[in-house]
Each structure stands twice: as C-alpha cells, then as structure tokens.
C-alpha cells in the first residue's frame, strides 16, 4: 500500500519556486508531490589553500539513487524531475523552448514524458548554445519594397529590371556653359567652388592655367609646397605697321613677403602686356615699347598700395604689394627682351649644337656678389641670401630701374620666359637646353608643360610659370588675343 506523504522543510517548491508552508505535502500552486524529494545532504564545505584540501573526507562511493514510486496514492505516475527538464531564458528573459520539444516552451505536451537531452555532437559540457549559428555569408537585401525569391531574382521573374543605386546613377549633363568637376567629372560646381554631386572642392582658377596662341603658350602652376599660385602671365600677338607679327609674353613673380602678391603679379602683367599692344601697331620702337610697359606695370602695382599705410606724404608704403616682372617680344627679325627682378628669358638655339644662352641678369643679392667679383656664381646662389632681390615693382621699390636690351639672332630658336620656380631646377642655360624639348619651336604648349613637370618633379617649391616662344614669329600669329 502506498505511504502517506510526509511533511516537507523544504521553503520553496522544487518545480515552480512557490514559496511552501512547513506542514505543505503538496505545492499550492503547481501540485507537486513534496514527498518525492529526497532530503538534502549535509553540507560539508572544502576549503583550499595553496593547492591543497583541508578536512577532505575520503572519496565516497557512488550512491545508488531510490527509484521514485511508480505510482502515487492517486494511482498517478510521480513527476520526475531532471535537469534537461528546468526552463531556461534568453538573454531577453523570454523562455526557451524544450529541447526535444521546441513548440511546446513550457515543457513537454500532456501524456509525454520526458526523457534527457542529448548533448550535440562536438559541443563540450558546460557551454549552452542558445542561438543559431551565424551564416558564412550574410545576402545583401534587395532595395526598399522589393520582393526576391530564394534564388535572388525578383518575385515577378529573374528578368525584372532592378532599380540602380542613385549613388551611381547617370547623372544629367550640367547645361551649356557651368564648370565640371575635376574629381567625378560629372557634377555642376556650384558658386562656392564645390560639386554639388560628390561634394569635391575644386581647386582655384589660378592654381594651373594654361594658354596657347599660334606662336607663344604658357603654363603656370602653384606647386608643391605653396598654398595659392602667386606668379601670373599674358600673351599676345599683333602686327607692327608693316604688317610682320610681333609676339609678346610677360611673367610675374609675386613678392611673397609683401602683401597681396598675388594680385600685384596680375595687375603687372595685364598693364604690361595691354601697354605693348597699344604702342607696337604705332610704330614705337619695340625696345622703347619695352621700356614703357614696364613702367605702366609699376604703376598699376603702385596703385594697390593702401594709402592708409603712407608714413608721410612722399615716405614710401609699408609692405606694399609688389612683384617681378619679365617680358618679350619676338618680331620676324628681332627680340627684345625687359625685366626688373629675378625672373628670366633663356635663348636656347632649334641646333642644340650651338651654344644656349640667359638672356638676363637677376636683380639679386647674389648676381650683385658675383658683379663685384666677392663670390663665383656656384658659391654666391649656394648663400641662403641669393633670391634677396634688390629690384622689384611697387610702392615701396627704392627706385624703378627697368633693364630692356635688343638681340638680332642669326638662326632660329626657342625663347623661355620664366620664374624662377623654373630656373631653380634648370639654373644655368645648358641645364635649361637639356630640359627643353628638342620639337619645342613646334609645339611650343608641350614644350611649357614638360618644363612645368620638370620643376614639379624637382620638388616644386615654388610657384611655376613659364612661356615658350619660337623665333623668328610665324607671320601667321598675327592678331590680337
């Protein structure tokens, strides 16, 4: 016959946590059989210390756990109670399903007894893998409201057409007329300077600029290591009364130490080039011609000068803008050639068997040692003092010395006009014949560009600009631009 259950000390039900009466046979809310859990055993805890048990008592055999009665006084089978058995959660606090049983989360379905979970293959004890497995790929997912099938088409059919990603779409041509940008070449670049499709800044007008006429071109660069290009050009061409062309360049230097060089070395070079196409068609002699332009250069650098600034009715104006200036002008039968500064105009013959030639002298403390024989060239260029220029325009020039001379060449060539952003890596006239390109008096805009690439391969330290004018003047490049 079957034995009445006994009282519990358990405090808690075993099955469901209800906290239990000591005189509680049954659990109140869940009906479990309190008689059928054993006794708990004494607890006799370890302690170790420094590796070694303290009070072990020795090793005990294995017990042989009591069967639980199959049934109970109301002819029900006893609940067994396992491990496999216990609700676990997640780490959002939801249950976990049973594990041989995920569509029943509460256990097993009524009737089903329970059995101990296996173990997956591989998966050592003591680790719970309560999620799936991650992917080796994860599929990218289709665009917003598009449906896929299992093998990735579209869900009306592989041929459906996919909407492109407008990060890559073709974007409209901007209309007639607006800047492109240099970076995606697709995008308008809007009135700040930027692209309104990749969002590029596009680099200043003046950083590169490059021009070609019949008979002359220039290119001007900023560089490698300046922050904006302060170096400016013009070229032209016209007719002298006789009808035979006249070809003129004029480069400038900003000084960088003076305020707004960048805008002196533009105001010089329009006034200078505008002054030559004024005066040649007259008939005024090309090297008097010269020797005007470059005064009306002066001028125009003098007038950017802020009166604010004067110390003194006639006192010369405090770090005024100013710059160097070089020009020439090639007809059919001469050159001629004017300068204030340290820019400089090279002769370098179309036979490289003839000897090349600077056509200039620097306005510099370094060309002033060698004139008075205190220094050779080598070691006067080599001094941290050689680019000091002693001539220049502006309102704070001491005295405006413009240097024009006449050549009457015997043979054709190529004239270079150029910073010494150039010259620096090219200084003496048998390096710059050596750089020049032996087909410049035909293609004179190559020719500039490689000179240009040539600096900026040595290092491009300074702004650039360089013009190239083949001798004698093509009669075609007649004709004002």
């Known amino acids: 016959m079957s034995q009445m259950p006994q009282p519990t000390a358990l405090s808690r039900c075993p099955s469901c946590e209800e906290p239990l009466e000591a005189a509680d046979r049954f659990c109140g809310a869940c009906g479990y059989d309190l008689s059928a859990v054993s006794a708990p055993p004494q607890d006799h805890p370890?302690?170790?210390m420094n590796g070694t048990s303290a009070g072990l008592p020795p090793a005990a055999p294995s017990v042989d756990w009591p069967l639980a009665p199959e049934v109970d006084s109301a002819d029900v089978s006893a609940p067994v109670h396992r491990a496999a058995d216990i609700r676990g959660t997640d780490s959002g606090g939801s249950e976990l399903p049973h594990p041989e049983h995920p569509e029943h989360p509460h256990g097993d379905p009524a009737g089903v007894r329970p059995s101990v979970a296996k173990r997956p293959a591989g998966q050592p004890s003591g680790v719970r893998f309560d999620r799936p497995?991650?992917?080796d790929e994860y599929p990218l997912a289709p665009p917003a409201g598009e449906?896929?099938?299992?093998?990735?088409h579209p869900?009306?059919?592989p041929d459906r057409e996919v909407p492109a990603d407008p990060r890559t779409a073709d974007l409209p041509a901007p209309p007639a007329g607006a800047k492109v940008c240099v970076a995606c070449r697709s995008g308008q670049v809007d009135t700040d300077g930027y692209c309104e499709n990749c969002g590029h800044a596009q680099p200043r007008e003046r950083d590169h600029m490059e021009q070609e006429l019949g008979a002359v071109a220039a290119v001007s660069d900023r560089g490698l290591r300046h922050h904006r290009n302060e170096?400016?050009?013009a070229i032209s061409s016209t007719a002298l009364p006789d009808g035979s062309p006249a070809v003129v360049a004029v480069v400038c230097d900003g000084v960088s130490s003076a305020t707004r060089p960048d805008e002196a070395s533009l105001a010089a070079s329009r006034a200078a080039?505008?002054?030559?196409?004024?005066?040649?068609p007259l008939g005024t002699h090309p090297q008097q011609a010269m020797h005007?332009?470059?005064?009306?250069?002066?001028?125009?650098?003098?007038a950017l000068a802020d009166p604010s600034t004067a110390q003194g009715e006639h006192a010369p104006h405090v770090?005024?803008?100013?710059c160097t200036i070089v020009s020439a002008v090639v007809t059919s039968a001469l050159l001629i050639v004017g300068w204030v500064g340290d820019s400089r105009v090279y002769w370098i013959p179309v036979d490289r068997s003839s000897l090349p030639a600077r056509l200039t002298e620097d306005d510099s403390w370094a060309a002033q040692m060698v004139a008075a024989g205190l220094m050779n060239e080598a070691e006067a260029y080599a001094d941290e003092r050689a680019h000091a220029i002693t001539g220049w325009l502006g309102a704070d020039a001491y005295e405006l010395e413009p240097h024009t001379v006449s050549f009457k060449p015997d043979r054709p060539g190529v004239v270079v006009v150029c910073t010494d952003g150039l010259w620096n890596y090219a200084e003496a006239a048998e390096d710059m014949a050596e750089v020049v390109p032996l087909d410049a008096a035909e293609r004179p805009l190559h020719s500039a560009q490689v000179l240009v690439g040539h600096a900026l391969d040595g290092g491009g330290h300074d702004n650039v600009t360089v013009a190239v004018m083949p001798f004698p003047a093509p009669s075609q490049g007649a004709g004002s631009a």
């Open 46 to 48: 370890t302690i170790t």
């Open 133 to 135: 497995s991650e992917p």
């Open 147 to 152: 449906v896929r099938t299992a093998e990735g």
């Open 155 to 157: 869900a009306d059919g």
């Open 231 to 233: 170096d400016a050009f």
């Open 273 to 280: 080039n505008e002054s030559l196409l004024a005066a040649l």
């Open 292 to 302: 005007e332009a470059i005064v009306a250069a002066s001028e125009a650098v003098n």
């Open 319 to 322: 770090n005024a803008p100013a």
